[in-house]
């Protein structure tokens, strides 16, 4: 059976149409940076896949441009971005023609570091997963007015997890299935030997439409400031979802985000973020290393509390994979009924699923 793209009718040669991605390719632009230009160049010549693709944008086919909230070291807006050719978000009927994106200014980028673009080329090379439940990055561009650089992103129109645990109650198969792709998403930046090492509920996004709702993890390595080189001695995040050893000192790795999963875990059961009650400074630091946790709210299944605790274990080596953490979920996930009426009725079956998520956990345990 011949392969056909949908968008030009031609052919394809392979698994992505690469007559309609060649098409994207705008010839005689530059930046006026010569590493962000570089980047872009060398990102687009291994593309393969429309949702790894990403160009510079000029400033001026952005319209619309609104504040959103800002962090430490960025700022964040959304636009109308005027050219896009892949829409997935169309605007309204009195809206010029164009797409919804969202702007991440970044503070002090004037002078963008070769090292931190490089970072983000190798975040782009997981982007081109099909399954990765990660914002889509479409390109750069540059505020004239700041002379700082933003990156054009899908915007994400529900807000985060953050916002949306105090108005939101979860029912156990959507707990489950968000924390499943989540982890999947986190699983899939570990496989690229990618660290997020800003893991936290803000940085879990959600978009909405008619249809389903579903969580999307952002901001991987754009959690510091980008006219530094990588300094494994500086200390970045929100410091109830780090580390206790990164709080020490020790570098940011892959156990390290398998922390912030397990306080991600804590938030999905209290519908508020951990340690809200008191400042985040250096006396919760000195807790956290010396090993508070948050505490475990009455009524979490028995298993789900077992998993958390190992996410934020005080050894490193203790800690789930995120391969395991995706396994494990996906089996609650699978696991739990798709239908119930009422609290009664998922009491009846917890002891069930106590006995079938403890023998998954055994034999996942084993094959590791």
Not at 128 to 136: A, I, K, Q
Not at 204 to 225: A, E, H, K, W
Not at 280 to 292: P, T
């Amino acid at each position: 059976m011949v392969d056909v793209c949908f968008r030009c009718n031609r052919v394809k040669t392979g698994i992505y149409c690469l007559t309609c991605i060649s098409k994207l390719l705008q010839p005689n632009w530059t930046s006026g940076n010569k590493y962000i230009d570089k980047f872009i160049k060398e990102a687009q010549l291994k593309v393969n896949s429309y949702g790894a693709f990403i160009e510079w944008i000029p400033f001026n086919r952005l319209r619309n441009i609104k504040y959103l909230a800002h962090g430490g070291f960025s700022t964040i807006y959304k636009a109308i971005w005027l050219d896009e050719k892949d829409v997935k978000s169309p605007l309204n009927k009195n809206e010029k023609e164009g797409v919804h994106v969202a702007l991440k200014s970044l503070k002090n980028s004037s002078n963008i570091s070769d090292d931190f673009l490089n970072e983000l080329k190798n975040h782009l090379h997981c982007l081109s997963s099909d399954d990765l439940s990660t914002v889509r990055i479409f390109g750069i561009t540059q505020d004239p007015e700041t002379s700082n650089y933003m990156i054009v992103m899908e915007l994400m129109n529900g807000g985060n997890l953050r916002s949306n645990l105090l108005i939101k109650k979860y029912n156990p198969l959507e707990k489950y299935y968000n924390l499943m792709r989540i982890a999947n998403a986190l699983r899939t930046l570990h496989e690229c030997n990618i660290i997020h090492g800003d893991f936290h509920s803000g940085n879990v996004l959600l978009n909405s439409n008619i249809s389903y709702s579903s969580f999307y993890i952002s901001d991987f390595g754009l959690s510091r400031p980008v006219n530094q080189t990588i300094n494994s001695n500086e200390i970045y995040g929100v410091i109830p979802y780090m580390a206790p050893e990164v709080l020490r000192g020790k570098p940011y790795t892959k156990a390290a985000d398998i922390y912030s999963f397990g306080i991600i875990m804590w938030e999905y059961t209290s519908g508020i973020p951990a340690f809200n009650n008191r400042p985040h400074d250096f006396n919760l630091s000195l807790d956290i290393c010396k090993g508070l946790r948050p505490e475990i709210f009455k009524g979490t299944l028995p298993v789900y509390a077992r998993l958390m605790k190992r996410c934020w274990d005080s050894d490193p080596n203790k800690r789930p994979t995120a391969d395991e953490l995706y396994q494990i979920i996906y089996f609650w996930y699978d696991y739990l009924p798709k239908c119930y009426e009422n609290d009664r009725a998922m009491n009846k079956l917890q002891r069930i699923i106590h006995y079938l998520v403890t023998q998954a956990e055994k034999s996942i345990t084993l094959q590791k």
